[in-house]
Structures are given as structure tokens and as C-alpha cells.
């Protein structure tokens, strides 16, 4: 997904460039508006979608754990879009100090904590699930020596969630 997005995102700058080139405009202006348009298609279109997406109920903690992920490496990828998009409108430019400025790494932060959040309630609701199926006797005095089916099922699920966690970046 991440190459996927990084190629359309750059692929859109090009277009957006190649709009430009008939209008007349300053270099200045065809910098601006290159930048105001890829911050928009970063923070409304592109956000939109990963917050519709994360939030879906349909979508499984793998799937969560998969867009933080991908969030993770396209909040890095932030700056080679950033100088992608110095190097394709700088030609023009005098000043050598010009570099365009995203605001997809923030957009991709969010997402994430997003994701990270929706994992975290999914994973407390298959909990609180596992033991509103069981009829637990809390008050048992002396245990009969082996666990519940519910709670091995519980930690066999736990286990497999966690082995997933193993991939998550650390920040």
C-alpha cells in the first residue's frame, strides 16, 4: 500500500504541474499552489479516507495493526514527497533555501493514534465478549485445577494478537 500511495501521491504533483504550466503564474505561485493542493489531497482527501476506514466496525485488528503500519512508513516517506515536490517546481527557483513543506506527517501521526486507539477498543470488547459468554463462579474457593475453555481460548487469542504486535514500529 505504501509505494502504491507514495507513486499516486507523486503522480498527482506531476499533474498538478503540468496543469500549471499554461496559466501564466509566477513560480512563486505555481510553488504555492503545488503545495496547498498536495497538503489538501494529504490532510482532507487522503484523511478522510483512512479515518472512514479505520473507524469502519468490519474492519479486524490485523487490519488495524496493518494501517498502523503502512501510516507509520508513509509519516517517513513525508519528507521524499517533500523533496520530490523542491525538485520538480524548484527549477525556476533562485532561492536555493526553498523547500516545500507538507503536512502529511501530522495527517499520518493522527491516523495512526487513530488506529492505535480502535485496536485498543476492539481488543478490549473481545475481552469484556469472552467473558460475558462465560458464566464465571468468581466466588469459587478452590480451583479444579485446569482453566476455563474460554479464558485458553482468550489466551490463544491474546497470544496471536500480541505475535502481531511484534511488527509494529517502535516510536
Known sequence: MVPKVYKQVKEFVRS???YTED???TQTKIDEMIQKSTNLLLTGTLSGCLTTLIQKPSVGLLELIQITLNTNYLECTNIYLEEFITSVTKSSVKDESY????Q???MFKDARAEAEEQIYEKLKAKIDESFDLASYDWT???????????IIDLVAFLQSTFLAFTNLPVI
Open 140 to 150: 469459587l474457593n478452590e480451583p479444579e485445577g485446569r482453566a476455563s475453555d474460554y
Open 16 to 18: 498538478s504541474l503540468w
Open 99 to 102: 523547500k516545500a513543506e507538507l
Open 104 to 106: 502529511g506527517k501530522s
Open 23 to 25: 496559466l501564466n503564474l
